[in-house]
């Protein structure tokens, strides 16, 4: 989730934009999970009262520092995911 932002390049992002970004995350989870991460310090949320109202996310200077920690675990995984897949529709085909 926090990668997401990651891609904004020094953007703010907004929350219907994050939504279509993620598949399958239903809206209750976002909400949740961006108001942990809000808490912790990593992102920063905006609020504009408007009609309808808009709500916008960005990384904070700990965001972007964990996200530059993170980031050989990211291109590993980036790189793997595929193969991580593959070993898990062979296990559940050979658990049948």
Do not use: C
């Not at 598949?23 to 999970?33: F, K, N, P, S």
């Not at 009262?49 to 980031?71: K, N």
């Not at 675990?73 to 050979?94: C, G, K, P, Q, T």
């Amino acid at each position: 989730m926090i990668w997401r932002l990651s891609l904004a390049d020094g953007r703010r992002l907004r929350f219907s934009h994050l939504k279509r970004e993620i598949d399958g995350i239903t809206q209750r989870m976002l909400t949740l999970t961006l108001r942990g991460l809000e808490r912790d310090g990593f992102v920063r949320r905006h609020y504009f009262p408007e009609v309808p109202p808009r709500v916008e996310y960005e990384l904070t200077e700990l965001g972007a520092g964990i996200l530059a920690s993170l980031q050989g675990l990211n291109f590993w995984l980036r790189d793997n995911f595929s193969r991580i897949e593959e070993n898990r529709r062979v296990y559940d085909e050979a658990g049948e």
